[in-house]
């Protein structure tokens, strides 16, 4: 099935720092969207992105949809230990039944 | 307050004993979805539904089985578990199967 690249696996920043992660693809989207996991929780929507080259800030959360359309990024800046926990890109292809694919998650650490 | 209800959070069980997880949701969704989460694979989708008795096949729906006779509820069987389904389960559902998706809090399941 379509698989979606989720770049890095792991994080370990210091509280503070800025954050980047990425979703890589080689089929085209036409939906992206980022979900966050707390421990023994369920993922949570953290932002959806509609639009080719589509830039979208959610407080210190600030993701874009890529121009190719095979690609989107999540910035965290001035990371706070709340932040913690595993981030999860998805994407809705456009091929064939539209169903969402999720990336393998990155999980963040924070010293504090 | 609008939710996904899953029950059990916590299962062990013993291979061959047929086991179901409930799903539940009070937002009058329409869309409905079974994930498994694994390390490093992210959350793959087993089985979903588009409406009341509509159901269709996820990513890995080998040895699972799901049915939805009201729009509300959507439980997943295992008619025979095998170690290899030791997982985290998430339901989740939306309005549409094109509108964001809300998580439940997870059922972490071993099989012996």
């Known amino acids: 099935g379509q698989q979606l690249n989720q770049s890095p696996q792991s994080m370990f920043i210091q509280e503070g720092e800025d954050v980047s992660m990425n979703c890589t693809s080689s089929s085209i989207f036409n939906t992206w969207l980022w979900y966050k996991q707390d421990p023994g929780e369920g993922p949570v929507l953290l932002i959806a992105l509609y639009k080719a080259g589509e830039l979208t800030s959610n407080g210190r959360l600030t993701a874009q949809f890529g121009i190719t359309r095979k690609d989107s990024f999540l910035n965290i800046s001035a990371s706070i230990p709340s932040d913690v926990g595993i981030y999860f890109c998805?994407?809705?292809?456009?091929?064939?039944?539209?169903?969402?694919?999720f990336g393998q998650g990155t999980r963040l650490t924070i010293n504090p | 307050e609008a939710q996904v209800t899953q029950n059990p959070r916590y299962l062990i069980t013993v291979t061959g004993k047929k086991l179901t997880v409930t799903c539940s949701q009070n937002m009058n969704h329409e869309y409905m979805s079974w994930y498994r989460q694994d390390p490093g694979l992210g959350l793959r989708q087993i089985y979903y539904?588009?409406?009341?008795?509509?159901?269709d096949k996820g990513d890995v729906p080998e040895g699972y089985k799901v049915s939805r006779k009201e729009k509300r509820n959507f439980p997943l069987i295992l008619e025979s578990p095998s170690p290899n389904q030791t997982s985290l389960y998430f339901c989740a559902s939306s309005l549409r199967v094109y509108e964001k998706l809300f998580f439940g809090s997870g059922t972490q399941l071993s099989v012996l």
């Open positions: 539904s588009m409406n009341v008795e509509v159901t």
């Open positions: 998805a994407g809705r292809i456009i091929q064939g039944a539209q169903k969402l694919v």
